[in-house]
């Protein structure tokens, strides 16, 4: 796509190209702010904890609703890959979807405004972010150069302008922002008040901590990188379900040259998480993180790998072959990364051998309710 | 600097540590709009051009004017190295500064207001750049982190939290873009009128276009990278002083862990410059770029160059080396870089060892005219 060319937006919602993935414990009022943005699309709701509560959601959406007996009859022993009372479970969602694009939203959260007191569109803004190019390779100071009034400054390389395709648009946060639990002690009162008016690409090689609060990707670039980890019951770790699949996603869209956008659209997060039980959930990360995160930051991955699910494959390798020292759990979560690229597999067959057994699985997926 | 410690600053305006360099080829009415926030620094003046045409400086400021008599005779035969015709003479005003911070504006740049409609001071929002820390080492999603109102978010690791110093920030510029004559030739209308509220460490690894309309940095962190080549008069290239800056304080940045920060100040760049003079000042550099920047972008430099001078020496002759098969003007450039540490060193003689003559000369720059 030539820069310059992609200027403005088709008002059309591509309601055929996007799913919402929520996760969630709870009925689902937070949807009746977000209906003038959301009701074109289909949504689907992975129910986490007990599968016998009943969520309800407001009338007027298409929906699909997914618990846990849902997942287990699905997936079948493949199930063992999902998080249990985590949200980590929304990457379920990612891989029964069928669409293009995923976007990503914590039932915490609300419709913000632009500082005129325009209510945010963030699907239309991340589906902007995500159907214009990314500039991984060169940084530029005016931010988003396909932006409507904005461009390539100076000395930006003519070679570079034409970009990379986009895989995953991070969205911001105003009112809440999102702490760690000792931040969150430290700062109980810290609020997020400033609308930054920009959408950049994070620079090949950099990493960054992505937040599932809302985030959009192409499921066809890179979702075989969304796995959110084996966290909540029965593991020693949460809070963590995003930043793995950051970390992740980062280094295969690095690899695969594909962009990571970060910045608009921005939403409003309602409340903070209680930080005594946060710091319960996430303290073994805050050690683990310190030698993990310098550890992708070295990694390379070979140029066989020319796929997302390829990639994953090898890093799932790598995690278990370098970091296993860390605690018996790194094991575990490589094992899982692994399955879940089976069951992945199974869901997304590549376009080259579709497996009988995926397809079957495919049309085995019953929408519990769908209006 | 422990973060959160940084969080306000003084009101002094630190006049004794920071010298604003202005090159020019016009009288400097241009300052009376900067009264308020540039009356209290020094003003290097350097001037471009013809030495005998009068430059006129506004009643009440303290500077001195430098034309290039005074910079054959003060330089000597060393003088070489500095750019004729070209606003890349302002680095001879780096060069016999005496101060820590330099910030450098050009003259046809004037005071932008922020979106309440306040005068915005430069090199105040400077100053507080480059006294707090850079986070080179990973992407805050909530952009600077030492910020009032804000700080680093979840999954930030906390032994990178305390960052590293900032050498470079890079303010940006409302209503006129900074780019290229063939941007400007196809958008001569553009404008730009985003205000975008932020200040960001760029990645380690990532290289970006540096414009010296609007640029602060610490001296004596890297100064000696802050070389603006030579371009104008009697050389084949103009337009890219800044650039070559910009790539060389980058690399020694990430080699040396120093931090470069783009985005708020703005101000007010008020005048295009005419397109087609651009595109035959810039034009060999659109090609050579293509080359150079790669070149850049997979250098590393050796662990015993510990200094920007002793990097920048190593990077000169990479580039007599590496680049000299793109135009015989490689081999004057990295000739010409050699020359410029030369100066430097004479003028800000390393600690350790001062050499009598480099205080000789340091004693012999005359003010030309001081209020």
């Given at each position: 796509m030539a820069p310059n060319q992609v200027k403005s937006f088709p008002s059309v919602p591509l309601k055929d190209e996007l799913d919402i993935v929520i996760p969630t414990i709870r009925s689902l009022d937070f949807l009746e702010v977000w209906r003038p943005f959301f009701e074109p699309y289909h949504l689907i709701i992975v129910q986490d904890g007990d599968p016998t509560k009943v969520i309800k959601v407001p009338d007027g959406f298409d929906y699909d609703l997914?618990?846990?007996?849902?997942?287990?009859?699905?997936?079948?022993?493949?199930?063992?890959?999902?998080?249990?009372?985590?949200?980590?479970?929304?990457?379920f969602g990612f891989l029964v979807s069928k669409k293009k694009y995923i976007y990503t939203v914590d039932d915490d959260c609300f419709v913000a405004k632009d500082p005129n007191g325009k209510d945010i569109n963030t699907v239309e803004q991340h589906l902007l972010n995500l159907k214009t190019p990314s500039t991984p390779f060169f940084f530029n100071t005016l931010y988003d150069p396909y932006r409507?009034?904005?461009?390539?400054?100076?000395?930006?390389p003519f070679s570079l302008r034409e970009g990379v395709p986009t895989a995953v648009s991070h969205g911001l946060w105003l009112n809440i922002p999102d702490y760690d639990a000792p931040t969150q002690l430290v700062k109980p009162l810290e609020r997020n008040t400033r609308y930054v008016d920009a959408v950049m690409t994070i620079p090949k090689g950099a990493f960054y901590p992505m937040c599932a609060m809302n985030l959009a990707f192409?499921?066809?670039?890179?979702?075989?990188?969304?796995?959110?980890?084996?966290?909540?019951?029965?593991?020693?770790?949460?809070?963590?379900?995003?930043?793995?699949?950051?970390?992740?996603?980062?280094?295969?869209?690095?690899?695969?040259?594909?962009?990571?956008?970060?910045?608009?659209?921005?939403?409003?997060?309602?409340?903070?998480?209680?930080?005594?039980?946060?710091?319960k959930k996430e303290y073994k990360g805050l050690f683990w993180q310190e030698e993990i995160i310098p550890?992708?930051?070295?990694?390379?991955?070979p140029k066989e790998c020319d796929t997302a699910a390829k990639c994953y494959v090898e890093l799932a390798k790598l995690i278990k072959e370098k970091l296993n020292h860390i605690d018996p759990y790194i094991v575990r979560l490589a094992d899982a990364m692994i399955t879940w690229i089976d069951a992945w597999e199974d869901f997304n067959p590549p376009a080259e051998a579709v497996p009988a057994v995926a397809n079957a699985k495919k049309d085995a997926v019953p929408p519990k309710k769908s209006k």
């Open positions: 997914y618990n846990r007996n849902d997942i287990n009859r699905i997936l079948g022993p493949k199930a063992s890959c999902i998080s249990f009372k985590d949200g980590g479970c929304r990457c409507e009034g904005a461009d390539f400054v100076r000395g930006y192409d499921r066809e670039l890179i979702g075989p990188a969304m796995y959110f980890g084996l966290m909540g019951d029965g593991q020693p770790i949460s809070r963590y379900d995003d930043m793995l699949a950051g970390w992740c996603s980062k280094l295969i869209c690095d690899h695969l040259n594909l962009g990571v956008k970060t910045g608009l659209p921005y939403l409003w997060h309602s409340k903070a998480s209680n930080p005594f039980v946060n710091l550890f992708f930051q070295t990694l390379t991955l």
